[in-house]
């Protein structure tokens, strides 16, 4: 079946840090660009991070520019989401999705979301 | 950023009827070499992650029913659901893939008069 599957969603502490995993399974994983989509509690979908297929290009929103670290592990078919010195309004379901078509693309895959809740 | 305004932010629509949902893009998701529109829509429905619907603003996704369809080009466009059924109820966004970063409208959340 092709799926993906997120977890490492937690409560925790303002500046806290948090590993979010996304593990791909019933398609070549090594050839899609992979994204971070995030939702936070009652809005709508904001893009967060994405990483090429080799890993060797990664873009983030400014939001959470160099707080968090998108990276991947195509022989363990996983993506990744680092997540330091995190904030309140980091409090989101975040999605992993699947690029259908390169950098610019539309999200053909979803995974169905880990929850991050910030607050002390 | 490409900046993406719905409308309207929701409506009630009887069942069987039609439902229009508007998309404006800040500027042109029309690449001209291609005469593509980077357009893509989306359903979400509560406690689930978003289905994609359409893409390049008017093809169907498989498995889509062919009640949905996309229309538009340029900065314009339109999702219709010809004949609402109950299982449609969901928010709805569109996503424009033009320009970095990807952005997506506020969403517009369709239920049942």
């Known amino acids: 079946e092709v799926q993906l599957v997120e977890s490492g969603g937690d409560l925790v502490q303002p500046g806290g840090s948090l590993r979010l995993s996304c593990v791909a399974s019933?398609?070549?994983?090594?050839?899609?660009?992979m994204h971070w989509v995030r939702q936070a509690p009652g809005k709508g979908l904001v893009c967060v991070s994405r990483?090429?297929?080799?890993?060797?290009?990664?873009r983030y929103a400014d939001s959470v520019k160099g707080r968090f670290t998108i990276s991947r592990d195509n022989a363990k078919n996983t993506l990744y989401l680092q997540m330091n010195s995190l904030r309140a309004e980091d409090t989101a379901i975040y999605f992993c999705a699947r690029g259908i078509y390169g950098s610019y693309s539309w999200f053909d895959l979803w995974g169905q979301g880990t929850l991050v809740t910030v607050s002390s | 950023d490409i900046v993406m305004t719905q409308s309207p932010d929701s409506l009630a629509v009887s069942l069987g009827e039609r439902a229009t949902i508007n998309c404006k893009s800040s500027q042109s998701v029309l690449y001209s070499s291609s005469n593509k529109n980077y357009l893509a829509w989306y359903q979400q429905k509560p406690g689930q992650p978003p289905k994609l619907l359409i893409y390049?603003?008017?093809t169907r996704e498989s498995g889509v029913p062919d009640r949905f369809s996309g229309s538009g080009s340029g900065t314009d466009f339109t999702l219709t659901i010809s004949s609402l059924q109950a299982e449609d109820v969901a928010v709805y966004y569109c996503q424009q893939y033009y320009g970095t970063p990807l952005t997506f409208g506020g969403g517009t959340k369709v239920d049942i008069k």
């Open positions: 990483i090429s297929s080799d890993g060797s290009s990664t």
């Open positions: 390049w603003a008017s």
């Open positions: 019933g398609f070549t994983f090594s050839n899609y660009w």
